[in-house]
Protein backbone atom coordinates (compact mmCIF):
# COMPACT_ATOMS: atom_id res chain seq x y z
CA UNK A 1 0.00 0.00 0.00
CA UNK A 2 1.48 3.63 -0.32
CA UNK A 3 -1.40 5.21 1.29
CA UNK A 4 -5.27 5.29 2.39
CA UNK A 5 -7.64 8.41 2.21
CA UNK A 6 -10.47 9.64 3.88
CA UNK A 7 -12.05 12.06 1.69
CA UNK A 8 -14.95 14.32 3.24
CA UNK A 9 -16.11 11.63 5.61
CA UNK A 10 -19.00 12.00 7.05
CA UNK A 11 -19.99 8.52 9.39
CA UNK A 12 -22.93 8.05 11.34
CA UNK A 13 -23.99 5.82 14.46
CA UNK A 14 -27.55 5.03 15.64
CA UNK A 15 -28.33 7.99 13.13
CA UNK A 16 -26.23 10.65 15.12
CA UNK A 17 -23.40 12.10 13.15
CA UNK A 18 -20.02 10.63 15.06
CA UNK A 19 -17.58 12.05 12.16
CA UNK A 20 -17.95 15.23 9.79
CA UNK A 21 -16.17 16.30 7.28
CA UNK A 22 -13.05 14.39 7.68
CA UNK A 23 -10.25 14.70 5.22
CA UNK A 24 -6.91 12.17 6.41
CA UNK A 25 -4.21 10.46 4.62
CA UNK A 26 -2.50 7.54 5.69
CA UNK A 27 1.03 6.32 4.30
CA UNK A 28 2.69 2.95 3.94
CA UNK A 29 5.30 2.43 5.91
CA UNK A 30 4.56 5.14 8.61
CA UNK A 31 2.95 4.80 11.93
CA UNK A 32 0.10 7.21 12.53
CA UNK A 33 -1.33 7.64 16.28
CA UNK A 34 -5.18 9.43 16.42
CA UNK A 35 -5.54 10.93 19.84
CA UNK A 36 -8.09 12.57 20.94
CA UNK A 37 -10.61 12.64 24.28
CA UNK A 38 -13.38 9.73 24.85
CA UNK A 39 -16.11 10.41 22.58
CA UNK A 40 -14.19 11.99 20.06
CA UNK A 41 -14.98 9.70 17.18
CA UNK A 42 -11.25 7.74 17.01
CA UNK A 43 -12.81 4.45 16.86
CA UNK A 44 -15.89 5.29 14.47
CA UNK A 45 -12.25 6.96 12.32
CA UNK A 46 -10.79 3.43 13.33
CA UNK A 47 -14.06 1.68 11.30
CA UNK A 48 -14.40 3.75 8.56
CA UNK A 49 -11.01 3.32 7.66
CA UNK A 50 -10.90 -0.58 7.91
CA UNK A 51 -14.23 -0.72 6.07
CA UNK A 52 -16.06 -2.25 8.66
CA UNK A 53 -18.44 1.07 8.76
CA UNK A 54 -19.95 2.47 5.15
CA UNK A 55 -19.48 6.63 5.67
CA UNK A 56 -22.90 8.37 5.16
CA UNK A 57 -21.18 10.54 2.53
CA UNK A 58 -17.23 10.64 1.47
CA UNK A 59 -15.34 8.09 0.26
CA UNK A 60 -12.39 6.30 1.30
CA UNK A 61 -9.79 5.49 -1.07
CA UNK A 62 -7.11 2.67 -0.89
CA UNK A 63 -3.99 3.13 -3.28
CA UNK A 64 -6.53 6.01 -5.13
CA UNK A 65 -9.43 3.04 -5.44
CA UNK A 66 -12.90 3.56 -3.78
CA UNK A 67 -12.45 0.65 -0.51
CA UNK A 68 -16.78 0.19 -1.13
CA UNK A 69 -16.16 -1.38 -4.42
CA UNK A 70 -14.08 -4.20 -2.86
CA UNK A 71 -15.68 -7.20 -1.48
CA UNK A 72 -15.38 -7.80 2.06
CA UNK A 73 -13.07 -10.73 1.59
CA UNK A 74 -10.13 -8.79 -0.62
CA UNK A 75 -10.38 -5.97 1.83
CA UNK A 76 -9.64 -8.78 4.56
CA UNK A 77 -6.82 -9.62 2.26
CA UNK A 78 -5.03 -6.04 2.42
CA UNK A 79 -6.03 -4.82 5.65
CA UNK A 80 -5.95 -6.19 9.00
CA UNK A 81 -7.95 -4.51 12.32
CA UNK A 82 -7.51 -5.24 15.89
CA UNK A 83 -10.90 -4.10 17.93
CA UNK A 84 -10.41 -2.57 21.39
CA UNK A 85 -10.32 -5.77 24.17
CA UNK A 86 -10.33 -8.62 22.04
CA UNK A 87 -11.44 -11.81 23.39
CA UNK A 88 -11.93 -15.61 22.18
CA UNK A 89 -14.66 -17.25 22.78
CA UNK A 90 -13.78 -20.83 22.46
CA UNK A 91 -10.86 -22.34 23.97
CA UNK A 92 -9.04 -22.84 20.27
CA UNK A 93 -5.39 -23.22 20.94
CA UNK A 94 -3.14 -20.06 19.90
CA UNK A 95 -1.87 -21.69 16.92
CA UNK A 96 -5.55 -21.86 15.48
CA UNK A 97 -6.36 -18.42 16.64
CA UNK A 98 -3.26 -17.06 14.81
CA UNK A 99 -4.22 -19.27 11.79
CA UNK A 100 -7.73 -17.62 11.74
CA UNK A 101 -5.59 -14.46 10.20
CA UNK A 102 -5.64 -15.69 6.68
CA UNK A 103 -9.45 -17.41 6.99
CA UNK A 104 -10.16 -14.69 3.67
CA UNK A 105 -7.29 -16.70 2.08
CA UNK A 106 -8.30 -19.94 2.49
CA UNK A 107 -10.54 -22.30 -0.09
CA UNK A 108 -14.30 -22.97 1.26
CA UNK A 109 -13.90 -26.38 2.48
CA UNK A 110 -11.08 -28.40 3.62
CA UNK A 111 -8.19 -27.09 6.26
CA UNK A 112 -5.09 -25.41 6.64
CA UNK A 113 -3.02 -25.55 3.24
CA UNK A 114 0.64 -26.74 4.02
CA UNK A 115 2.05 -23.74 2.45
CA UNK A 116 0.61 -21.56 5.15
CA UNK A 117 2.42 -23.38 8.43
CA UNK A 118 5.50 -21.68 8.12
CA UNK A 119 3.64 -18.34 8.06
CA UNK A 120 1.78 -19.34 11.09
CA UNK A 121 5.40 -20.45 12.79
CA UNK A 122 7.07 -17.21 11.62
CA UNK A 123 4.17 -15.41 13.28
CA UNK A 124 4.35 -17.23 16.11
CA UNK A 125 8.14 -16.74 16.71
CA UNK A 126 8.17 -13.36 15.85
CA UNK A 127 5.54 -12.23 18.94
CA UNK A 128 7.68 -14.90 21.25
CA UNK A 129 4.25 -17.11 21.25
CA UNK A 130 6.14 -20.52 20.52
CA UNK A 131 5.80 -21.56 23.82
CA UNK A 132 1.93 -21.02 23.84
CA UNK A 133 1.27 -22.59 20.63
CA UNK A 134 -0.94 -25.10 22.19
CA UNK A 135 -2.41 -23.47 25.00
CA UNK A 136 -6.04 -22.92 24.86
CA UNK A 137 -6.80 -18.88 23.88
CA UNK A 138 -8.99 -18.27 26.53
CA UNK A 139 -6.11 -19.12 29.35
CA UNK A 140 -4.43 -16.25 28.48
CA UNK A 141 -2.78 -13.42 30.68
CA UNK A 142 -3.91 -9.79 29.28
CA UNK A 143 -0.20 -9.53 27.44
CA UNK A 144 -0.25 -12.47 26.07
CA UNK A 145 -3.71 -12.34 24.35
CA UNK A 146 -2.71 -8.91 23.30
CA UNK A 147 0.59 -10.62 21.69
CA UNK A 148 -1.57 -13.38 20.31
CA UNK A 149 -3.80 -11.08 18.90
CA UNK A 150 -0.92 -8.94 16.85
CA UNK A 151 0.20 -11.87 15.33
CA UNK A 152 -3.34 -13.09 14.23
CA UNK A 153 -3.66 -9.78 13.03
CA UNK A 154 0.22 -9.81 10.94
CA UNK A 155 0.57 -13.71 10.14
CA UNK A 156 -0.47 -12.69 6.37
CA UNK A 157 1.82 -9.17 5.81
CA UNK A 158 -1.34 -7.06 5.72
CA UNK A 159 -0.55 -3.37 3.42
CA UNK A 160 -2.35 -1.95 6.33
CA UNK A 161 -2.66 -2.75 9.89
CA UNK A 162 -5.58 -0.70 11.81
CA UNK A 163 -5.84 -1.28 15.95
CA UNK A 164 -7.44 0.36 18.32
CA UNK A 165 -6.27 0.68 21.82
CA UNK A 166 -3.53 -1.92 21.74
CA UNK A 167 -2.39 -1.12 25.33
CA UNK A 168 -5.60 -0.84 26.80
CA UNK A 169 -5.71 -2.89 30.49
CA UNK A 170 -1.86 -3.66 29.43
CA UNK A 171 1.10 -2.99 32.16
CA UNK A 172 3.90 -0.63 30.76
CA UNK A 173 6.26 -3.50 30.00
CA UNK A 174 3.67 -5.19 28.27
CA UNK A 175 2.43 -1.51 26.65
CA UNK A 176 6.31 -0.70 25.95
CA UNK A 177 6.50 -4.02 24.03
CA UNK A 178 3.24 -3.49 22.12
CA UNK A 179 3.91 -0.08 20.67
CA UNK A 180 7.90 -1.45 19.65
CA UNK A 181 6.17 -4.28 17.86
CA UNK A 182 3.95 -1.68 15.52
CA UNK A 183 6.74 0.55 15.22
CA UNK A 184 8.51 -2.98 13.62
CA UNK A 185 5.57 -3.52 11.13
CA UNK A 186 5.67 0.24 10.06
CA UNK A 187 10.03 0.20 9.50
CA UNK A 188 8.67 -2.98 7.47
CA UNK A 189 6.57 -1.65 5.02
CA UNK A 190 3.18 -2.01 6.69
CA UNK A 191 0.87 1.10 7.00
CA UNK A 192 -0.09 1.22 10.69
CA UNK A 193 -2.83 2.85 12.15
CA UNK A 194 -3.51 3.42 15.89
CA UNK A 195 -6.16 4.71 18.55
CA UNK A 196 -4.13 5.74 21.59
CA UNK A 197 -4.65 7.46 25.20
CA UNK A 198 -1.27 6.78 26.08
CA UNK A 199 0.09 10.07 25.08
CA UNK A 200 3.69 9.08 26.23
CA UNK A 201 3.28 5.93 24.28
CA UNK A 202 2.24 7.80 21.11
CA UNK A 203 5.14 10.21 21.35
CA UNK A 204 7.43 7.41 21.64
CA UNK A 205 6.49 5.57 18.52
CA UNK A 206 4.31 7.58 16.12
CA UNK A 207 5.51 8.84 13.05
CA UNK A 208 2.51 11.42 12.78
CA UNK A 209 -0.49 11.96 14.24
CA UNK A 210 -4.23 13.04 13.93
CA UNK A 211 -5.78 14.83 16.63
CA UNK A 212 -9.73 14.60 16.48
CA UNK A 213 -11.83 16.37 18.53
CA UNK A 214 -16.46 16.01 18.49
CA UNK A 215 -15.96 14.10 14.87
CA UNK A 216 -13.36 16.81 13.23
CA UNK A 217 -9.69 16.78 12.71
CA UNK A 218 -8.35 19.52 15.19
CA UNK A 219 -4.77 18.97 13.64
CA UNK A 220 -2.69 16.47 11.84
CA UNK A 221 1.24 15.98 10.94
CA UNK A 222 4.25 14.64 11.69
CA UNK A 223 4.15 13.77 15.06
CA UNK A 224 6.85 16.46 16.62
CA UNK A 225 4.56 19.32 14.91
CA UNK A 226 1.21 18.01 16.48
CA UNK A 227 2.24 16.71 20.17
CA UNK A 228 2.76 20.46 21.66
CA UNK A 229 0.73 22.23 24.14
CA UNK A 230 -1.53 24.23 22.44
CA UNK A 231 -2.88 21.58 20.53
CA UNK A 232 -3.08 18.99 23.49
CA UNK A 233 -4.75 21.78 25.07
CA UNK A 234 -7.26 22.51 22.35
CA UNK A 235 -7.68 18.81 21.78
CA UNK A 236 -8.19 17.39 25.58
CA UNK A 237 -9.95 20.94 27.68
CA UNK A 238 -7.08 20.27 29.93
CA UNK A 239 -3.54 22.35 30.48
CA UNK A 240 -1.02 20.40 29.21
CA UNK A 241 3.25 20.80 29.64
CA UNK A 242 5.26 18.93 27.07
CA UNK A 243 8.62 18.53 28.24
CA UNK A 244 11.59 17.04 26.12
CA UNK A 245 14.73 15.00 27.95
CA UNK A 246 17.20 12.85 27.15
CA UNK A 247 14.88 9.84 27.26
CA UNK A 248 11.87 11.48 24.57
CA UNK A 249 8.63 13.20 24.71
CA UNK A 250 6.70 13.70 28.52
CA UNK A 251 3.48 14.87 28.11
CA UNK A 252 1.36 16.46 31.57
CA UNK A 253 -1.65 17.22 31.94
CA UNK A 254 -2.30 19.90 35.11
CA UNK A 255 -5.48 20.19 36.53
CA UNK B 1 -9.50 -33.30 15.08
CA UNK B 2 -8.71 -36.55 16.25
CA UNK B 3 -8.13 -39.20 13.58
CA UNK B 4 -10.17 -41.41 14.98
CA UNK B 5 -13.10 -39.42 15.71
CA UNK B 6 -14.92 -39.84 12.47
CA UNK B 7 -14.30 -43.38 11.61
CA UNK B 8 -15.29 -44.34 15.25
CA UNK B 9 -18.39 -42.71 15.14
CA UNK B 10 -19.44 -44.10 12.04
CA UNK B 11 -19.06 -47.70 13.34
CA UNK B 12 -21.29 -46.73 16.43
CA UNK B 13 -23.60 -45.53 14.39
CA UNK B 14 -23.87 -48.52 11.78
CA UNK B 15 -23.78 -50.71 14.70
CA UNK B 16 -26.68 -49.19 16.03
CA UNK B 17 -28.60 -49.18 13.19
CA UNK B 18 -27.80 -52.80 12.95
CA UNK B 19 -29.41 -53.25 16.50
CA UNK B 20 -32.31 -50.93 15.44
CA UNK B 21 -33.34 -52.95 12.29
CA UNK B 22 -32.93 -56.14 14.33
CA UNK B 23 -34.37 -55.66 18.30
CA UNK B 24 -38.24 -54.97 19.37
CA UNK B 25 -41.25 -56.62 19.96
CA UNK B 26 -40.27 -59.28 17.12
CA UNK B 27 -36.55 -60.24 16.82
CA UNK B 28 -34.89 -60.96 14.11
CA UNK B 29 -31.74 -62.73 12.91
CA UNK B 30 -28.82 -60.70 11.09
CA UNK B 31 -29.93 -63.53 8.10
CA UNK B 32 -33.49 -62.92 8.36
CA UNK B 33 -33.01 -59.14 8.23
CA UNK B 34 -30.51 -59.60 4.86
CA UNK B 35 -33.21 -61.91 3.24
CA UNK B 36 -35.94 -58.71 3.63
CA UNK B 37 -33.61 -56.40 2.19
CA UNK B 38 -32.65 -58.37 -0.54
CA UNK B 39 -36.17 -59.14 -1.33
CA UNK B 40 -38.50 -56.36 -0.01
CA UNK B 41 -42.10 -58.24 -1.35
CA UNK B 42 -41.48 -60.88 1.06
CA UNK B 43 -43.80 -62.23 4.13
CA UNK B 44 -45.33 -60.44 6.85
CA UNK B 45 -41.79 -60.82 8.96
CA UNK B 46 -40.19 -59.22 6.09
CA UNK B 47 -42.00 -56.52 5.64
CA UNK B 48 -41.94 -55.51 9.60
CA UNK B 49 -38.11 -54.69 8.50
CA UNK B 50 -38.91 -52.65 5.09
CA UNK B 51 -41.80 -50.71 5.83
CA UNK B 52 -41.41 -50.59 9.72
CA UNK B 53 -37.75 -50.72 11.08
CA UNK B 54 -36.21 -49.30 8.02
CA UNK B 55 -38.17 -45.92 7.38
CA UNK B 56 -38.10 -45.74 11.47
CA UNK B 57 -34.32 -46.19 11.46
CA UNK B 58 -33.61 -43.51 8.37
CA UNK B 59 -36.21 -41.26 10.16
CA UNK B 60 -34.03 -41.91 13.33
CA UNK B 61 -30.80 -40.99 11.45
CA UNK B 62 -32.10 -37.79 9.61
CA UNK B 63 -33.51 -36.25 12.33
CA UNK B 64 -30.74 -36.89 15.27
CA UNK B 65 -28.02 -35.81 12.19
CA UNK B 66 -29.55 -32.46 11.59
CA UNK B 67 -30.89 -31.63 15.35
CA UNK B 68 -27.22 -32.13 16.39
CA UNK B 69 -25.57 -29.80 13.25
CA UNK B 70 -27.87 -27.38 14.01
CA UNK B 71 -27.43 -27.19 17.28
CA UNK B 72 -23.59 -26.48 16.28
CA UNK B 73 -23.85 -24.11 14.28
CA UNK B 74 -26.69 -21.54 16.30
CA UNK B 75 -23.96 -22.44 19.44
CA UNK B 76 -21.06 -21.20 17.04
CA UNK B 77 -23.65 -18.69 15.20
CA UNK B 78 -24.54 -17.28 18.97
CA UNK B 79 -21.21 -17.59 20.71
CA UNK B 80 -23.86 -18.91 23.34
CA UNK B 81 -22.55 -22.77 24.90
CA UNK B 82 -26.82 -22.91 25.88
CA UNK B 83 -28.09 -22.25 21.90
CA UNK B 84 -30.17 -24.71 20.44
CA UNK B 85 -32.89 -25.16 17.69
CA UNK B 86 -35.82 -24.56 19.75
CA UNK B 87 -34.50 -21.10 20.87
CA UNK B 88 -35.32 -19.51 17.96
CA UNK B 89 -38.72 -20.28 17.88
CA UNK B 90 -38.51 -23.25 15.02
CA UNK B 91 -39.68 -26.38 17.32
CA UNK B 92 -42.59 -24.14 18.55
CA UNK B 93 -43.58 -23.01 15.14
CA UNK B 94 -43.52 -26.58 13.90
CA UNK B 95 -45.52 -27.46 16.96
CA UNK B 96 -48.56 -25.15 16.27
CA UNK B 97 -48.55 -25.58 12.61
CA UNK B 98 -49.18 -29.76 13.37
CA UNK B 99 -51.46 -28.89 15.96
CA UNK B 100 -53.53 -26.96 13.77
CA UNK B 101 -54.20 -29.48 11.39
CA UNK B 102 -54.92 -31.92 14.38
CA UNK B 103 -57.31 -29.56 15.61
CA UNK B 104 -59.35 -28.30 12.79
CA UNK B 105 -58.99 -32.01 11.39
CA UNK B 106 -57.53 -31.60 8.43
CA UNK B 107 -54.75 -34.82 10.03
CA UNK B 108 -58.01 -37.54 10.12
CA UNK B 109 -58.50 -35.91 6.30
CA UNK B 110 -55.25 -37.10 4.89
CA UNK B 111 -51.93 -38.81 6.62
CA UNK B 112 -49.40 -36.17 5.88
CA UNK B 113 -51.39 -33.29 6.75
CA UNK B 114 -50.01 -32.83 9.74
CA UNK B 115 -45.81 -32.33 8.91
CA UNK B 116 -46.87 -30.41 6.13
CA UNK B 117 -48.40 -28.20 8.50
CA UNK B 118 -46.01 -28.66 11.21
CA UNK B 119 -43.53 -27.56 7.99
CA UNK B 120 -45.17 -24.21 7.05
CA UNK B 121 -45.83 -23.28 10.53
CA UNK B 122 -41.46 -23.59 11.54
CA UNK B 123 -40.72 -21.59 8.14
CA UNK B 124 -42.88 -19.09 9.12
CA UNK B 125 -41.44 -18.53 13.33
CA UNK B 126 -38.24 -18.49 11.46
CA UNK B 127 -39.08 -15.71 8.51
CA UNK B 128 -40.86 -13.69 11.46
CA UNK B 129 -37.89 -13.90 13.71
CA UNK B 130 -35.50 -13.43 10.89
CA UNK B 131 -37.86 -9.76 9.74
CA UNK B 132 -38.08 -8.70 12.85
CA UNK B 133 -34.19 -8.81 13.66
CA UNK B 134 -32.90 -8.13 9.86
CA UNK B 135 -31.19 -5.02 11.33
CA UNK B 136 -29.98 -5.65 14.67
CA UNK B 137 -27.37 -7.97 15.87
CA UNK B 138 -27.22 -11.93 17.51
CA UNK B 139 -29.00 -10.88 21.10
CA UNK B 140 -31.41 -8.97 18.54
CA UNK B 141 -32.02 -11.92 16.96
CA UNK B 142 -32.35 -14.06 20.29
CA UNK B 143 -34.95 -12.16 21.93
CA UNK B 144 -37.09 -12.52 18.62
CA UNK B 145 -36.78 -15.89 18.42
CA UNK B 146 -37.90 -16.41 22.25
CA UNK B 147 -40.29 -14.38 21.67
CA UNK B 148 -41.71 -15.32 18.59
CA UNK B 149 -41.35 -19.32 20.30
CA UNK B 150 -43.22 -17.57 23.00
CA UNK B 151 -46.53 -16.67 20.71
CA UNK B 152 -46.32 -19.85 19.13
CA UNK B 153 -46.32 -21.67 22.61
CA UNK B 154 -48.96 -19.34 23.39
CA UNK B 155 -51.69 -20.57 20.66
CA UNK B 156 -50.85 -24.11 21.73
CA UNK B 157 -51.81 -23.72 24.86
CA UNK B 158 -55.07 -21.92 23.68
CA UNK B 159 -55.61 -25.25 21.12
CA UNK B 160 -55.22 -27.37 24.27
CA UNK B 161 -57.83 -25.54 26.29
CA UNK B 162 -60.16 -25.29 23.65
CA UNK B 163 -60.03 -28.34 22.89
CA UNK B 164 -63.14 -30.11 21.33
CA UNK B 165 -62.76 -32.95 22.77
CA UNK B 166 -60.71 -34.81 25.18
CA UNK B 167 -59.57 -37.09 22.60
CA UNK B 168 -58.47 -34.20 20.56
CA UNK B 169 -56.57 -33.03 23.78
CA UNK B 170 -54.90 -36.05 23.78
CA UNK B 171 -53.54 -36.63 20.13
CA UNK B 172 -52.24 -33.02 20.49
CA UNK B 173 -50.59 -34.07 23.56
CA UNK B 174 -48.86 -37.27 22.04
CA UNK B 175 -48.10 -35.57 19.04
CA UNK B 176 -46.04 -32.81 21.16
CA UNK B 177 -43.99 -35.61 22.85
CA UNK B 178 -42.06 -36.73 19.79
CA UNK B 179 -41.86 -40.01 18.75
CA UNK B 180 -40.88 -42.39 16.00
CA UNK B 181 -43.51 -45.25 16.45
CA UNK B 182 -45.94 -45.58 13.37
CA UNK B 183 -43.67 -43.51 10.48
CA UNK B 184 -43.43 -44.33 6.89
CA UNK B 185 -41.38 -44.17 3.70
CA UNK B 186 -44.08 -40.85 3.23
CA UNK B 187 -42.67 -39.83 6.41
CA UNK B 188 -39.07 -40.31 4.94
CA UNK B 189 -39.47 -38.81 1.38
CA UNK B 190 -41.44 -35.35 2.88
CA UNK B 191 -38.61 -34.96 5.42
CA UNK B 192 -35.90 -35.90 3.47
CA UNK B 193 -35.28 -32.81 1.07
CA UNK B 194 -35.69 -30.12 3.16
CA UNK B 195 -33.54 -32.12 5.54
CA UNK B 196 -31.03 -32.23 3.26
CA UNK B 197 -31.14 -29.10 1.74
CA UNK B 198 -31.11 -27.37 5.45
CA UNK B 199 -27.76 -29.65 6.26
CA UNK B 200 -25.95 -28.15 3.19
CA UNK B 201 -27.02 -24.70 3.95
CA UNK B 202 -25.64 -25.38 7.82
CA UNK B 203 -22.41 -26.76 6.71
CA UNK B 204 -21.72 -24.23 4.38
CA UNK B 205 -21.16 -21.98 7.54
CA UNK B 206 -18.33 -23.97 8.89
CA UNK B 207 -14.95 -21.61 8.08
CA UNK B 208 -17.16 -18.15 9.28
CA UNK B 209 -18.02 -19.71 12.54
CA UNK B 210 -14.24 -20.31 13.10
CA UNK B 211 -13.62 -16.53 12.18
CA UNK B 212 -16.95 -15.58 14.72
CA UNK B 213 -14.44 -16.78 17.36
CA UNK B 214 -12.86 -13.96 17.76
CA UNK B 215 -16.04 -11.91 17.73
CA UNK B 216 -18.03 -10.16 15.29
CA UNK B 217 -16.14 -7.34 15.09
CA UNK B 218 -12.76 -9.40 14.21
CA UNK B 219 -14.77 -11.66 12.23
CA UNK B 220 -16.16 -8.83 9.78
CA UNK B 221 -12.59 -7.55 9.45
CA UNK B 222 -11.28 -10.96 8.43
CA UNK B 223 -13.96 -11.07 5.26
CA UNK B 224 -16.84 -13.02 7.20
CA UNK B 225 -20.79 -11.60 5.85
CA UNK B 226 -22.91 -11.61 8.74
CA UNK B 227 -25.84 -11.09 7.17
CA UNK B 228 -25.01 -14.36 4.37
CA UNK B 229 -23.83 -16.53 7.72
CA UNK B 230 -27.02 -15.47 9.77
CA UNK B 231 -29.24 -16.36 6.77
CA UNK B 232 -27.86 -19.64 6.24
CA UNK B 233 -27.63 -20.78 9.67
CA UNK B 234 -31.32 -19.45 10.47
CA UNK B 235 -32.53 -21.14 6.95
CA UNK B 236 -30.55 -24.52 7.12
CA UNK B 237 -32.12 -24.72 10.64
CA UNK B 238 -35.57 -23.58 9.63
CA UNK B 239 -35.82 -26.40 6.55
CA UNK B 240 -34.01 -28.98 8.46
CA UNK B 241 -35.11 -28.77 11.98
CA UNK B 242 -38.30 -27.80 10.62
CA UNK B 243 -38.67 -30.78 8.34
CA UNK B 244 -37.50 -32.61 11.40
CA UNK B 245 -40.00 -31.52 14.26
CA UNK B 246 -42.56 -31.83 11.59
CA UNK B 247 -42.11 -35.40 11.06
CA UNK B 248 -41.45 -36.83 14.61
CA UNK B 249 -42.60 -34.01 17.08
CA UNK B 250 -40.83 -31.55 19.13
CA UNK B 251 -37.29 -33.97 20.74
CA UNK B 252 -35.45 -31.49 22.27
CA UNK B 253 -31.50 -31.37 24.37
CA UNK B 254 -30.36 -33.29 21.14
CA UNK B 255 -29.27 -30.10 19.44
CA UNK B 256 -27.83 -28.94 23.24
CA UNK B 257 -25.88 -31.85 23.84
CA UNK B 258 -24.67 -33.34 20.82
CA UNK B 259 -22.32 -30.17 20.27
CA UNK B 260 -21.02 -30.08 23.52
CA UNK B 261 -20.05 -33.91 23.46
CA UNK B 262 -17.88 -33.41 20.83
CA UNK B 263 -16.27 -30.15 21.35
CA UNK B 264 -13.13 -31.00 23.44
CA UNK B 265 -12.57 -34.28 20.42
CA UNK B 266 -12.24 -31.27 18.18
CA UNK B 267 -10.22 -29.18 20.13
CA UNK B 268 -13.22 -26.49 20.70
CA UNK B 269 -12.83 -25.77 16.95
CA UNK B 270 -16.51 -24.14 16.12
CA UNK B 271 -15.98 -24.98 12.35
CA UNK B 272 -15.17 -28.74 13.18
CA UNK B 273 -17.57 -29.36 15.64
CA UNK B 274 -20.11 -29.79 12.64
CA UNK B 275 -19.85 -32.89 11.68
CA UNK B 276 -19.40 -35.11 14.19
CA UNK B 277 -22.34 -33.30 16.38
CA UNK B 278 -24.20 -34.34 13.37
CA UNK B 279 -23.25 -38.10 14.11
CA UNK B 280 -23.52 -38.22 18.07
CA UNK B 281 -26.96 -36.75 17.15
CA UNK B 282 -28.24 -38.95 14.79
CA UNK B 283 -26.57 -42.15 17.82
CA UNK B 284 -28.52 -40.66 20.40
CA UNK B 285 -31.88 -40.42 18.31
CA UNK B 286 -31.25 -44.07 16.96
CA UNK B 287 -30.32 -45.27 20.76
CA UNK B 288 -32.60 -43.68 22.46
CA UNK B 289 -35.02 -45.08 19.72
CA UNK B 290 -33.89 -48.38 20.49
CA UNK B 291 -34.50 -47.98 24.31
CA UNK B 292 -37.84 -46.35 23.91
CA UNK B 293 -38.52 -49.88 22.48
CA UNK B 294 -36.72 -52.27 24.22
CA UNK B 295 -37.80 -50.68 27.55
CA UNK B 296 -41.27 -51.74 28.44
CA UNK B 297 -42.54 -49.91 31.62
CA UNK B 298 -46.46 -50.52 30.48
CA UNK B 299 -47.16 -47.70 28.05
CA UNK B 300 -44.45 -47.31 25.93
CA UNK B 301 -42.74 -43.93 26.73
CA UNK B 302 -42.44 -41.69 23.66
CA UNK B 303 -38.74 -41.02 22.16
CA UNK B 304 -39.44 -37.02 22.67
CA UNK B 305 -39.88 -37.82 26.81
CA UNK B 306 -37.31 -40.41 26.69
CA UNK B 307 -34.44 -38.10 25.64
CA UNK B 308 -35.83 -34.95 27.72
CA UNK B 309 -35.66 -37.32 30.73
CA UNK B 310 -31.74 -37.87 29.99
CA UNK B 311 -31.19 -35.02 28.53
CA UNK B 312 -32.92 -32.15 31.44
CA UNK B 313 -29.91 -33.37 33.96
CA UNK B 314 -27.12 -33.14 31.61
CA UNK B 315 -28.60 -29.18 30.99
CA UNK B 316 -28.47 -28.56 34.64
CA UNK B 317 -24.89 -30.18 34.94
CA UNK B 318 -23.83 -28.16 31.95
CA UNK B 319 -25.53 -24.59 33.52
CA UNK B 320 -23.03 -25.58 36.97
CA UNK B 321 -20.25 -26.59 35.25
CA UNK B 322 -20.31 -23.52 32.63
CA UNK B 323 -20.40 -21.34 35.67
CA UNK B 324 -17.57 -22.91 36.95
CA UNK B 325 -15.64 -22.65 34.10
CA UNK B 326 -16.54 -19.44 32.45
CA UNK B 327 -15.22 -16.19 33.38
Known amino acids: ?255 | MSRWLLPGLLAVLALLSAVSLLAGTVWFTPADALAALRNPHGDLLQLVITEVRLPRLALAILVGAILGLSGAVLQGLLRNPLAEPGLLGVSSGASLGAVIALYYGFAAAFTLATPLFALVGALSTISVALLLSRTGGTLSLILTGVAVSTIAGAGLSLALNLAPNPYAAYEIMTWLMGSLNDRSWDHVLLATPFILAGGFLLFLTAPALDALTLGERQAESLGVDLKRLRLLALLGTALGVGAATAVTGTILFVGLISPHLVRPLVRHQPGAVLLPSALVGAIIVLAADIATRLLRFGPDVKLGVFISVIGAPFFLWLVLHLRKTSP
Open chain 1, 1 to 255: MKRLELIGVRAERAEKTVLDGMDATFHGGRLTVVIGPNGAGKSTLLDVAAGLLNPASGRVELDGADIGTLSLRQLAQRRAYLPQSPRVDWAISVERVVALGITARLPAFGGLPEAWKPKIDLALQRLDLLHLRERPATRLSGGELARVMLARATVADPEILIVDEPTAGLDPRHALDAGERLRALARAGCGVVVALHDLDLAARIADDVIAIKDGRIVAQGRADDILNEAVLREVYDVRARVSRDTDGLSIRFLP
